[in-house]
Protein backbone atom coordinates (compact mmCIF):
# COMPACT_ATOMS: atom_id res chain seq x y z
CA UNK A 1 0.00 0.00 0.00
CA UNK A 2 1.00 3.58 -0.62
CA UNK A 3 -0.94 6.19 0.72
CA UNK A 4 -1.00 9.93 -1.06
CA UNK A 5 -2.13 11.49 2.35
CA UNK A 6 -1.93 10.26 5.93
CA UNK A 7 -3.47 12.27 8.47
CA UNK A 8 -1.27 13.38 11.34
CA UNK A 9 -0.86 11.03 14.78
CA UNK A 10 -3.14 13.62 16.79
CA UNK A 11 -6.52 13.22 14.29
CA UNK A 12 -6.09 9.71 13.64
CA UNK A 13 -8.72 8.31 16.31
CA UNK A 14 -10.87 11.30 16.43
CA UNK A 15 -14.04 9.17 15.54
CA UNK A 16 -13.10 7.34 18.48
CA UNK A 17 -12.21 9.63 20.89
CA UNK A 18 -14.21 9.12 24.11
CA UNK A 19 -11.99 11.08 26.57
CA UNK A 20 -9.59 14.08 26.51
CA UNK A 21 -6.68 15.44 28.83
CA UNK A 22 -7.24 12.59 31.58
CA UNK A 23 -4.11 11.07 33.80
CA UNK A 24 -2.77 8.76 33.66
CA UNK A 25 -2.01 8.05 37.72
CA UNK A 26 -4.95 5.89 38.59
CA UNK A 27 -3.30 3.23 36.82
CA UNK A 28 0.02 1.73 38.49
CA UNK A 29 1.51 0.72 35.11
CA UNK A 30 1.75 3.24 33.18
CA UNK A 31 2.31 5.23 36.24
CA UNK A 32 5.47 3.17 36.76
CA UNK A 33 6.07 3.31 32.88
CA UNK A 34 6.34 7.57 33.18
CA UNK A 35 8.16 7.53 35.73
CA UNK A 36 10.67 5.42 34.21
CA UNK A 37 10.84 7.72 30.92
CA UNK A 38 11.17 10.54 32.45
CA UNK A 39 14.30 9.56 34.53
CA UNK A 40 16.00 8.11 31.79
CA UNK A 41 15.26 11.19 29.21
CA UNK A 42 17.05 13.37 31.67
CA UNK A 43 19.74 10.88 31.89
CA UNK A 44 20.61 10.78 28.28
CA UNK A 45 21.25 13.65 27.49
CA UNK A 46 23.79 15.07 26.15
CA UNK A 47 26.38 12.41 26.11
CA UNK A 48 24.85 9.16 27.36
CA UNK A 49 24.90 7.87 23.91
CA UNK A 50 28.57 8.22 23.58
CA UNK A 51 29.21 7.08 27.36
CA UNK A 52 26.47 4.90 27.87
CA UNK A 53 28.00 3.65 31.51
CA UNK A 54 27.21 7.39 32.28
CA UNK A 55 23.62 6.04 32.29
CA UNK A 56 24.35 3.92 35.55
CA UNK A 57 25.89 6.44 37.33
CA UNK A 58 22.89 8.65 37.02
CA UNK A 59 20.39 6.64 37.18
CA UNK A 60 19.83 5.16 40.68
CA UNK A 61 18.48 1.66 40.53
CA UNK A 62 19.33 1.23 36.67
CA UNK A 63 21.47 -1.66 35.18
CA UNK A 64 22.81 -1.15 31.64
CA UNK A 65 22.23 -5.07 30.60
CA UNK A 66 23.02 -4.61 26.82
CA UNK A 67 24.38 -2.15 24.18
CA UNK A 68 23.35 -2.67 20.51
CA UNK A 69 24.90 -1.19 17.49
CA UNK A 70 24.00 -0.88 13.79
CA UNK A 71 26.11 1.40 11.66
CA UNK A 72 29.98 1.32 10.50
CA UNK A 73 32.38 0.36 13.01
CA UNK A 74 32.96 3.12 15.94
CA UNK A 75 30.43 5.04 13.61
CA UNK A 76 27.70 3.82 14.67
CA UNK A 77 24.20 4.74 13.30
CA UNK A 78 21.65 3.44 15.81
CA UNK A 79 22.27 2.98 19.22
CA UNK A 80 20.19 0.67 21.87
CA UNK A 81 20.60 0.74 25.28
CA UNK A 82 18.74 -1.95 27.14
CA UNK A 83 17.98 -1.40 30.87
CA UNK A 84 16.95 -3.42 33.69
CA UNK A 85 14.75 -1.41 36.70
CA UNK A 86 15.31 -3.19 40.06
CA UNK A 87 12.44 -2.88 42.08
CA UNK A 88 10.22 -1.97 39.32
CA UNK A 89 9.69 -4.76 37.18
CA UNK A 90 10.48 -2.94 34.29
CA UNK A 91 12.56 -2.74 31.31
CA UNK A 92 13.48 0.63 29.49
CA UNK A 93 14.95 0.15 26.07
CA UNK A 94 16.43 3.68 24.80
CA UNK A 95 17.19 3.73 21.14
CA UNK A 96 19.35 6.47 19.41
CA UNK A 97 19.67 7.35 15.64
CA UNK A 98 21.93 9.66 14.27
CA UNK A 99 22.40 10.50 11.11
CA UNK A 100 25.50 12.23 9.64
CA UNK A 101 27.13 11.80 13.16
CA UNK A 102 24.44 13.89 14.87
CA UNK A 103 21.93 12.70 17.42
CA UNK A 104 18.25 13.26 15.74
CA UNK A 105 15.61 10.96 17.15
CA UNK A 106 15.55 9.08 20.42
CA UNK A 107 12.44 6.73 21.32
CA UNK A 108 12.39 5.04 24.45
CA UNK A 109 10.19 2.14 25.20
CA UNK A 110 9.42 0.82 28.61
CA UNK A 111 8.23 -2.84 28.92
CA UNK A 112 7.03 -5.26 31.73
CA UNK A 113 10.03 -7.42 32.40
CA UNK A 114 8.33 -10.47 33.77
CA UNK A 115 6.47 -11.25 30.24
CA UNK A 116 8.15 -8.52 28.11
CA UNK A 117 4.70 -6.60 27.65
CA UNK A 118 4.80 -3.76 26.13
CA UNK A 119 3.80 -0.40 28.10
CA UNK A 120 4.70 3.03 27.11
CA UNK A 121 6.57 4.70 24.08
CA UNK A 122 7.58 8.29 24.22
CA UNK A 123 9.70 9.86 21.12
CA UNK A 124 12.17 12.66 21.51
CA UNK A 125 14.34 15.05 19.57
CA UNK A 126 18.20 14.99 19.86
CA UNK A 127 18.00 17.25 22.60
CA UNK A 128 15.75 14.73 24.64
CA UNK A 129 12.55 16.94 24.28
CA UNK A 130 9.51 14.52 23.90
CA UNK A 131 7.34 15.34 21.38
CA UNK A 132 4.71 12.12 22.04
CA UNK A 133 4.08 9.62 23.51
CA UNK A 134 1.53 6.28 23.48
CA UNK A 135 0.57 3.89 26.04
CA UNK A 136 -1.05 0.73 26.09
CA UNK A 137 -3.87 -0.17 28.33
CA UNK A 138 -4.77 -3.42 29.23
CA UNK A 139 -7.61 -5.55 29.92
CA UNK A 140 -6.50 -8.45 32.05
CA UNK A 141 -3.44 -10.18 29.44
CA UNK A 142 -4.75 -8.71 26.39
CA UNK A 143 -3.96 -4.73 25.18
CA UNK A 144 -7.50 -3.02 24.95
CA UNK A 145 -6.99 0.34 24.54
CA UNK A 146 -4.22 2.76 22.94
CA UNK A 147 -3.82 5.90 24.49
CA UNK A 148 -2.22 8.70 22.59
CA UNK A 149 -0.34 11.33 25.16
CA UNK A 150 1.11 14.69 25.25
CA UNK A 151 4.80 15.39 25.85
CA UNK A 152 4.12 15.57 29.53
CA UNK A 153 3.85 11.90 29.33
CA UNK A 154 0.17 12.52 31.76
CA UNK A 155 -2.45 14.33 29.56
CA UNK A 156 -4.59 11.84 27.12
CA UNK A 157 -5.22 13.26 24.30
CA UNK A 158 -6.92 10.46 22.18
CA UNK A 159 -8.32 7.18 22.62
CA UNK A 160 -8.27 4.29 20.51
CA UNK A 161 -9.58 0.68 20.88
CA UNK A 162 -8.14 -2.34 20.12
CA UNK A 163 -10.14 -4.91 20.20
CA UNK A 164 -13.79 -3.68 20.48
CA UNK A 165 -16.96 -5.08 20.91
CA UNK A 166 -18.91 -5.54 17.33
CA UNK A 167 -22.14 -3.37 17.07
CA UNK A 168 -25.28 -5.07 16.67
CA UNK A 169 -26.91 -5.82 13.17
CA UNK A 170 -28.48 -7.97 10.93
CA UNK A 171 -26.69 -9.32 7.79
CA UNK A 172 -27.23 -7.55 4.70
CA UNK A 173 -27.13 -10.61 2.13
CA UNK A 174 -25.39 -9.93 -1.11
CA UNK A 175 -22.39 -11.65 -2.85
CA UNK A 176 -20.07 -12.45 0.19
CA UNK A 177 -16.44 -11.48 -0.31
CA UNK A 178 -14.31 -12.35 2.59
CA UNK A 179 -10.89 -10.08 2.58
CA UNK A 180 -7.66 -10.97 4.11
CA UNK A 181 -6.08 -8.01 5.95
CA UNK A 182 -5.05 -6.20 9.16
CA UNK A 183 -8.50 -6.60 9.92
CA UNK A 184 -11.20 -3.41 9.61
CA UNK A 185 -12.77 -0.83 11.96
CA UNK A 186 -16.41 -2.40 12.18
CA UNK A 187 -17.13 0.78 14.73
CA UNK A 188 -17.55 2.74 11.39
CA UNK A 189 -21.29 2.61 10.19
CA UNK A 190 -20.38 1.77 6.86
CA UNK A 191 -18.47 -1.01 7.46
CA UNK A 192 -20.90 -2.36 10.25
CA UNK A 193 -23.90 -2.38 8.29
CA UNK A 194 -22.07 -4.75 5.59
CA UNK A 195 -20.58 -7.08 7.79
CA UNK A 196 -21.88 -10.75 6.47
CA UNK A 197 -23.54 -11.93 9.82
CA UNK A 198 -25.40 -15.55 10.76
CA UNK A 199 -29.55 -15.19 11.25
CA UNK A 200 -28.91 -14.13 15.05
CA UNK A 201 -26.94 -11.53 13.93
CA UNK A 202 -23.44 -12.85 15.23
CA UNK A 203 -20.53 -11.26 12.36
CA UNK A 204 -19.25 -14.70 10.77
CA UNK A 205 -15.69 -12.88 10.61
CA UNK A 206 -12.60 -13.74 12.31
CA UNK A 207 -9.13 -12.85 14.08
CA UNK A 208 -6.65 -15.41 13.08
CA UNK A 209 -4.19 -13.59 14.70
CA UNK A 210 -5.91 -13.23 18.14
CA UNK A 211 -7.82 -16.31 17.55
CA UNK A 212 -11.04 -14.24 18.39
CA UNK A 213 -14.23 -13.58 16.45
CA UNK A 214 -12.64 -9.82 16.62
CA UNK A 215 -11.39 -9.01 13.52
CA UNK A 216 -10.84 -5.36 14.42
CA UNK A 217 -8.27 -3.43 12.10
CA UNK A 218 -4.66 -3.28 13.28
CA UNK A 219 -1.49 -4.50 12.53
CA UNK A 220 1.16 -4.37 14.92
CA UNK A 221 3.57 -6.33 13.51
CA UNK A 222 6.13 -3.47 13.52
CA UNK A 223 4.91 -1.59 16.19
CA UNK A 224 2.33 -1.98 19.06
CA UNK A 225 1.87 1.66 19.36
CA UNK A 226 1.59 2.50 16.19
CA UNK A 227 -0.42 0.17 14.44
CA UNK A 228 -0.73 0.07 10.86
CA UNK A 229 -4.68 0.42 9.44
CA UNK A 230 -4.58 -1.30 6.34
CA UNK A 231 -7.85 -3.32 6.07
CA UNK A 232 -10.41 -0.45 6.44
CA UNK A 233 -9.03 1.47 3.60
CA UNK A 234 -8.78 -1.25 1.40
CA UNK A 235 -12.68 -2.58 2.53
CA UNK A 236 -13.74 1.00 2.09
CA UNK A 237 -13.05 0.85 -1.72
CA UNK A 238 -14.43 -2.86 -1.84
CA UNK A 239 -17.86 -1.58 -0.29
CA UNK A 240 -18.09 1.74 -2.86
CA UNK A 241 -17.54 -0.28 -5.74
CA UNK A 242 -19.90 -3.08 -4.97
CA UNK A 243 -22.77 -1.98 -2.99
CA UNK A 244 -24.41 -5.22 -3.11
CA UNK A 245 -20.94 -7.40 -1.01
CA UNK A 246 -21.58 -9.05 2.20
CA UNK A 247 -17.68 -8.48 3.58
CA UNK A 248 -16.21 -11.25 5.59
CA UNK A 249 -13.60 -9.25 6.95
CA UNK A 250 -10.10 -12.05 8.02
CA UNK A 251 -7.41 -10.73 10.16
CA UNK A 252 -4.00 -12.40 8.64
CA UNK A 253 -2.33 -15.01 10.93
CA UNK A 254 0.93 -13.15 11.66
CA UNK A 255 1.74 -15.19 14.76
CA UNK A 256 1.13 -18.69 12.36
CA UNK A 257 0.79 -18.70 9.09
CA UNK A 258 -0.02 -22.61 9.47
CA UNK A 259 -3.46 -21.10 10.31
CA UNK A 260 -4.05 -19.99 6.74
CA UNK A 261 -5.76 -23.55 5.85
CA UNK A 262 -8.19 -22.82 8.72
CA UNK A 263 -8.84 -19.28 7.88
CA UNK A 264 -9.66 -20.39 4.19
CA UNK A 265 -11.95 -23.05 5.47
CA UNK A 266 -13.73 -20.56 6.78
CA UNK A 267 -14.08 -18.16 4.36
CA UNK A 268 -15.78 -20.85 2.63
CA UNK A 269 -18.10 -21.64 5.46
CA UNK A 270 -19.14 -18.04 5.51
CA UNK A 271 -20.03 -18.42 1.79
CA UNK A 272 -17.50 -16.76 0.00
CA UNK A 273 -16.01 -17.94 -3.13
CA UNK A 274 -14.08 -14.62 -3.86
CA UNK A 275 -11.16 -13.68 -1.16
CA UNK A 276 -9.40 -10.09 -1.79
CA UNK A 277 -5.91 -10.63 -0.28
CA UNK A 278 -3.83 -7.42 -0.34
CA UNK A 279 -1.03 -8.90 1.40
CA UNK A 280 2.21 -10.50 0.89
CA UNK A 281 5.89 -11.16 1.90
CA UNK A 282 9.10 -12.47 0.45
CA UNK A 283 9.25 -15.69 2.64
CA UNK A 284 7.46 -18.97 0.41
CA UNK A 285 7.50 -20.42 3.87
CA UNK A 286 4.52 -18.18 5.02
CA UNK A 287 2.40 -19.14 2.30
CA UNK A 288 2.86 -22.79 1.98
CA UNK A 289 -0.67 -23.66 3.97
CA UNK A 290 -2.16 -21.03 1.78
CA UNK A 291 -1.12 -22.54 -1.23
CA UNK A 292 -2.57 -25.92 0.16
CA UNK A 293 -5.80 -24.63 0.95
CA UNK A 294 -6.30 -22.97 -2.43
CA UNK A 295 -5.25 -25.89 -4.36
CA UNK A 296 -8.01 -27.89 -1.88
CA UNK A 297 -10.89 -25.16 -2.79
CA UNK A 298 -10.06 -25.02 -6.49
CA UNK A 299 -13.62 -23.46 -7.30
CA UNK A 300 -12.71 -20.31 -4.57
CA UNK A 301 -11.49 -16.93 -6.21
CA UNK A 302 -8.46 -15.94 -4.89
CA UNK A 303 -7.14 -11.80 -5.64
CA UNK A 304 -3.72 -11.07 -4.59
CA UNK A 305 -1.48 -7.98 -5.22
CA UNK A 306 1.48 -8.12 -6.47
CA UNK A 307 3.19 -5.60 -4.02
CA UNK A 308 5.09 -2.42 -4.13
CA UNK A 309 8.81 -2.99 -3.82
CA UNK A 310 9.14 -1.22 -7.32
CA UNK A 311 10.74 -4.42 -8.81
CA UNK A 312 10.14 -7.61 -11.14
CA UNK A 313 8.92 -10.52 -8.80
CA UNK A 314 9.74 -12.68 -11.60
CA UNK A 315 13.12 -12.38 -10.70
CA UNK A 316 12.84 -11.70 -7.00
CA UNK A 317 9.66 -13.23 -5.97
CA UNK A 318 6.83 -11.78 -3.47
CA UNK A 319 4.37 -14.26 -2.15
CA UNK A 320 1.67 -15.78 -2.48
CA UNK A 321 1.82 -13.38 -5.76
CA UNK A 322 4.92 -15.72 -6.75
CA UNK A 323 2.68 -18.78 -6.21
CA UNK A 324 1.39 -20.74 -9.58
CA UNK A 325 -2.34 -21.87 -8.94
CA UNK A 326 -4.48 -21.60 -11.14
CA UNK A 327 -7.33 -20.19 -9.16
CA UNK A 328 -5.47 -17.04 -8.20
CA UNK A 329 -5.41 -13.64 -10.18
CA UNK A 330 -2.04 -11.09 -9.48
CA UNK A 331 -2.95 -7.36 -9.99
CA UNK A 332 -0.63 -4.45 -10.10
CA UNK A 333 -1.30 -0.56 -10.27
CA UNK A 334 -1.70 1.36 -13.02
CA UNK A 335 -1.73 5.00 -13.57
CA UNK A 336 -5.25 5.80 -15.57
CA UNK A 337 -3.15 5.42 -18.98
CA UNK A 338 -2.43 2.02 -18.18
CA UNK A 339 1.12 2.85 -17.82
CA UNK A 340 2.83 0.50 -14.65
CA UNK A 341 2.89 2.92 -11.64
CA UNK A 342 5.70 4.13 -9.98
CA UNK A 343 6.77 2.10 -6.74
CA UNK A 344 4.06 -1.03 -8.14
CA UNK A 345 5.78 -4.58 -8.81
CA UNK A 346 5.44 -6.31 -12.18
CA UNK A 347 5.99 -9.93 -13.56
CA UNK A 348 5.74 -11.14 -17.17
CA UNK A 349 4.95 -14.20 -15.97
CA UNK A 350 3.56 -13.65 -12.37
CA UNK A 351 1.16 -11.03 -12.69
CA UNK A 352 -1.75 -10.75 -14.58
CA UNK A 353 -3.41 -7.50 -14.99
CA UNK A 354 -2.94 -3.79 -14.39
CA UNK A 355 -5.03 -2.09 -12.55
CA UNK A 356 -6.41 1.60 -12.14
CA UNK A 357 -5.25 2.37 -8.48
CA UNK A 358 -3.47 5.88 -7.91
CA UNK A 359 -4.69 8.68 -6.42
CA UNK A 360 -8.28 6.70 -5.38
CA UNK A 361 -11.07 8.20 -2.94
CA UNK A 362 -10.97 5.81 -0.18
CA UNK A 363 -12.32 5.76 3.60
CA UNK A 364 -9.52 5.79 6.40
CA UNK A 365 -9.69 4.35 9.68
CA UNK A 366 -10.88 7.07 11.48
CA UNK A 367 -13.50 7.55 8.75
CA UNK A 368 -11.98 10.55 7.26
CA UNK A 369 -12.37 10.55 3.68
CA UNK A 370 -8.41 10.00 2.22
CA UNK A 371 -6.61 8.42 -0.87
CA UNK A 372 -5.24 5.21 -1.17
CA UNK A 373 -2.52 3.79 -4.28
CA UNK A 374 -0.66 1.14 -4.70
CA UNK A 375 -1.32 -3.14 -5.64
CA UNK A 376 -2.61 -3.11 -2.21
CA UNK A 377 -5.53 -0.94 -3.70
CA UNK A 378 -6.23 -3.14 -7.55
CA UNK A 379 -7.17 -6.10 -4.96
CA UNK A 380 -10.65 -4.71 -4.13
CA UNK A 381 -11.37 -3.03 -7.73
CA UNK A 382 -10.96 -6.59 -9.09
CA UNK A 383 -13.02 -8.17 -6.14
CA UNK A 384 -15.48 -5.72 -6.39
CA UNK A 385 -15.67 -6.58 -10.24
CA UNK A 386 -15.67 -10.31 -9.50
CA UNK A 387 -18.49 -10.10 -6.90
CA UNK A 388 -20.73 -7.83 -9.53
CA UNK A 389 -19.70 -10.51 -12.40
CA UNK A 390 -20.99 -13.02 -9.78
CA UNK A 391 -24.83 -11.37 -9.08
CA UNK A 392 -25.57 -11.83 -12.07
CA UNK A 393 -24.13 -15.01 -12.78
CA UNK A 394 -24.63 -16.66 -9.29
CA UNK A 395 -23.55 -20.28 -10.31
CA UNK A 396 -19.93 -18.97 -11.89
CA UNK A 397 -16.99 -20.05 -9.50
CA UNK A 398 -13.50 -19.96 -10.03
CA UNK A 399 -12.59 -20.64 -13.02
CA UNK A 400 -15.81 -18.51 -15.26
CA UNK A 401 -14.39 -15.26 -13.08
CA UNK A 402 -11.54 -15.71 -13.70
CA UNK A 403 -11.94 -15.61 -17.33
CA UNK A 404 -14.95 -13.25 -17.60
CA UNK A 405 -12.29 -11.00 -15.93
CA UNK A 406 -9.35 -11.59 -18.24
CA UNK A 407 -11.71 -11.41 -21.35
CA UNK A 408 -12.18 -7.54 -20.34
CA UNK A 409 -8.58 -6.87 -20.43
CA UNK A 410 -6.52 -4.77 -23.28
CA UNK A 411 -3.51 -4.67 -24.39
CA UNK A 412 -1.14 -2.54 -22.12
CA UNK A 413 0.25 0.80 -23.52
CA UNK A 414 3.69 -0.40 -24.92
CA UNK A 415 5.87 0.66 -22.03
CA UNK A 416 3.97 -1.80 -19.91
CA UNK A 417 4.28 -4.62 -22.05
CA UNK A 418 5.72 -7.11 -20.83
CA UNK A 419 4.71 -5.46 -16.83
CA UNK A 420 1.85 -8.46 -16.89
CA UNK A 421 1.00 -12.02 -18.44
CA UNK A 422 -2.74 -11.27 -19.26
CA UNK A 423 -3.23 -6.72 -19.62
CA UNK A 424 -4.52 -3.79 -18.18
CA UNK A 425 -8.56 -3.06 -17.09
CA UNK A 426 -9.45 0.24 -18.22
CA UNK A 427 -12.56 1.93 -16.03
CA UNK A 428 -14.63 0.91 -18.52
CA UNK A 429 -13.46 -2.58 -18.07
CA UNK A 430 -14.02 -2.11 -14.36
CA UNK A 431 -17.60 -1.39 -15.05
CA UNK A 432 -20.02 -4.22 -14.86
CA UNK A 433 -23.76 -3.56 -14.05
Aim: hydrophobic share 45%; aromatic share 6%; net charge negative.
Amino acid sequence: MRRTRRCAVAICALALTSALSQSLAADPAPEAARTAIAAVVDALCPDAFDDPTALEQRLAGYALTNIEDAGPGAAWLRRELRLVASGSGLVVVAMGLRPGGVLRRIDIEVRALADDRPLMLALADGDCRISQARALGYDGGSAAELLLLAPDLATVTAREPLDPPLPPGEDPGGVTVAQVDSGVNYLLPQIARRLARDAAGQPLGYDFWDLDPRPFDGDTGRSPFFPLRHGTEVASLLLAEAPAVRLLPLRYPRPDMGRMCDLVAHARNGGATIVAMPMGSRSPGDWTAFAAAAQAHADMLFIVSAGNDGRDIDAVPVYPASLSLDNVIVVTSAEPDGSLALGSNWGAVSVDLLVPAERLSITAFDGRPSKGSGSSFAVPRVAALAARLQAAYPDWRAAELKAAIFARAEAPPEAAARAVAVGWLPEAALKFE
